[in-house]
């Protein structure tokens, strides 16, 4: 009980206060009495005691104050903190909860992808909308994968015209593809030089029927050159003298091939320089050659072509030909032909297509247009063409066709390779 002279608190069980020694009296509530009034000093007027159930809920200390809770405290701070931390950190979890109702719902999307939606869009693919989609996307392709390959340089173009279909398109870009190749001289896989023939319009054959040589052979007396004829050819390459010993070792060498011809020239010294023109070759031991330098055998109106040299000449030396200008006409057990470049070139820059040796051309003999007289020959003989150092002049001939009986002859036939310049254009653009 509280001493109501000093404010002390004392035991119930006391009777006298520990402090002031003043006597403590119980009411029938056990509060403790009003001393009564006393000459001895001023009467103190007690405090008022804190109800029971407040007196429970905050303890006294020593001093009788209110002592405060440590873990009502802590408990506080933990609660702001979490706040706080909840405050700042509000959007990272409402990202991390919305990434996990995406994911949850890109799931249930998926599956609902590969049921009825799935296939009303599949069949929505299959009509129109879906085929100018894809020819679109076909269109694009084209026009982003355009490489232009020219002498070693690669570049890309776009092409940024709207065709009314892909095909034209496609035809527009494989136009472009191809660029143009222009080079005088161009070399191929034998490091062989040729040489640009422009295109043009010439008279191919002759009007003047056939040679007195051929009359005198009752087998051979026909009019292979008649008649003469508008021929035109394109740009094409030849090479600037016929294939040499040396280049066709380099050709066996490289693919072993065994040749159909007898080439025993290789054991005569009159034949086998290196530098001399290959003879005792087979016409497809030559298209097998070509093959291998990655050109062919000249047509027949290109032979000819380049033999008149843009003038319609009698001889691929001129209107006549002498000995210093060709070689032709030897004793066929004491000549031999000479070395390339022995004799000045035409106009065009191609060496020996006169004499030397006759050259192979692609194919076999047809008739010309206009030429009614039959012959057995057509579809099925070969001709070399220009004569050799053997055959008289007249075989020499620009427009000369004679049918050679080949197996007698002896190291009098040789060839040379051309190629188109179309045929250039595709090569450098692969």
């Given amino acids: 009980m509280i001493c109501p002279n000093c404010n002390t608190m004392n035991p119930n069980s006391i ?89 949850a719902d890109s799931i249930r999307i998926a599956d609902s992808i590969w049921t009825a939606d799935s296939i009303r869009v599949a069949d929505s693919l299959k009509i129109a909308d879906s085929l100018r989609i894809v020819d679109s996307l076909r269109q694009a392709a084209i026009q982003d994968s355009i490489v232009l390959l020219y002498k070693g340089k690669k570049r890309t173009a776009q092409d940024t015209t709207v065709y009314k279909t892909l095909s034209d398109a496609e035809k527009a870009q494989l136009g472009k593809k191809k660029k143009s190749y222009n080079e005088k001289f161009y070399y191929a896989k034998d490091n062989k030089k040729m040489i640009l023939i422009k295109g043009h319009t010439f008279t191919m054959g ?22 003469a004829h508008s021929v035109r050819v394109k740009d094409f390459y030849l090479d600037e003298t016929e294939v040499t010993n040396g280049q066709f070792k380099k050709f066996l ?28 070759v087979d016409y497809y031991d030559a298209v097998e050659y070509a093959k291998w330098a990655g050109k062919r055998l000249p047509f027949e109106r290109e032979w000819e072509c380049a033999a008149k040299d843009s003038h319609d000449y009698e001889y691929p030396t001129g209107n006549d030909m002498t000995e210093s200008q060709a070689r032709f006409g030897m004793n066929i057990k004491e000549g031999f032909p000479r070395t390339v470049k022995s004799y000045r070139p035409n106009h065009f820059g191609i060496y020996d297509l006169a004499g030397n040796v006759s050259e192979w051309v692609h194919g076999v003999i047809s008739q010309y247009p206009g030429n009614k ?4 020959y ?39 390779c051309a190629i188109g310049r179309d045929e250039v254009i595709e090569l450098q653009n692969k």
């Fill in 253 to 280: 060498e490289e693919t072993k091939y065994k040749p159909i011809g007898s080439l025993s020239h290789f054991r005569d010294r009159r034949f086998n320089h290196d530098d001399m023109p290959v003879v005792d």
């Fill in 378 to 416: 057509y579809g099925s003989a070969r001709v070399p063409r220009g004569g050799s150092w053997m055959s008289p002049k007249e075989d020499c001939k620009t427009y000369r066709r004679a049918i050679l009986d080949i197996s007698k002859s002896m190291g009098n036939i040789g060839f040379r």
């Fill in 373 to 376: 007289t039959p012959s057995k």
């Fill in 15 to 103: 009777k006298k206060c520990i402090k002031c020694g003043a006597k403590l009296e119980k009411d029938s509530g056990g509060a403790a009495l009003k001393p009564a009034a006393s000459t001895d000093g001023p009467m103190l007027k007690a405090k008022e005691k804190p109800a029971k159930q407040e007196r429970m809920q905050m303890p006294m200390n020593a001093g009788g104050e209110p002592k405060k809770s440590s873990k009502f405290i802590l408990i506080l701070l933990i609660v702001i903190i979490a706040a706080a931390l909840l405050y700042f950190f509000k959007d990272k979890l409402l990202t991390t909860l919305g990434q996990n109702d995406y994911k």
């Fill in 206 to 227: 002759t009007n003047k029927g056939t040679s007195a040589n051929l009359k005198a052979s009752p087998e051979t007396s026909l009019d292979l050159e008649n008649p």
